[in-house]
Nanobody, 119 residues
Framework: QVQLVESGGGLVKPGGSLKLSCAASGSAASRVIMDWFRQAPGKQRELIAEFLIGENTKYADSVKGRFTISRDNSKNTVYLQMDSLNVEDTAVYFC?????????????WGQGTQVTVSP
């Protein structure tokens, strides 16, 4: 129903910036709500950025003030602007999408994109 494809990961020095993109495709692409997770080595996957009602956003404390989630509904794409990166941000970043059909939730995941922050 929905496929999610991330792009934009890579290697960056501390203090640098990266912008991730996640494009949704498929028959339900226009209805999926997308957010961002990450999973660092040896740690659980964590939700780091999401949309609340309307265009309000919410961030994990670890990224608040440095990361910005945005979206272009015309392109079924969500973005994650990451600034002031530090080595603790090294992780695989996943785009996650969900659809609520009258109380039945469907979840979708991208393949993940590696972000490495290293001097």
């Amino acid at each position: 129903q929905v496929q999610l494809v991330e792009s934009g990961g890579g290697l960056v020095k501390p203090g640098g910036s990266l912008k991730l993109s996640c494009a949704a495709s498929g028959s339900a692409a226009s209805r999926v709500i997308m957010d961002w997770f990450r999973q660092a080595p040896g740690k659980q996957r964590e939700l780091i950025a999401e949309f609340l009602i309307g265009e309000n956003t919410k961030y994990a404390d670890s990224v608040k003030g440095r990361f910005t989630i945005s979206r272009d509904n015309s392109k079924n794409t969500v973005y994650l602007q990451m600034d002031s990166l530090n080595v603790e941000d090294t992780a695989v970043y996943f785009c996650h999408g969900w659809i609520n059909d009258a109380g039945h939730y469907s979840h979708y995941w991208g393949q993940g994109t590696q972000v490495t922050v290293s001097p």
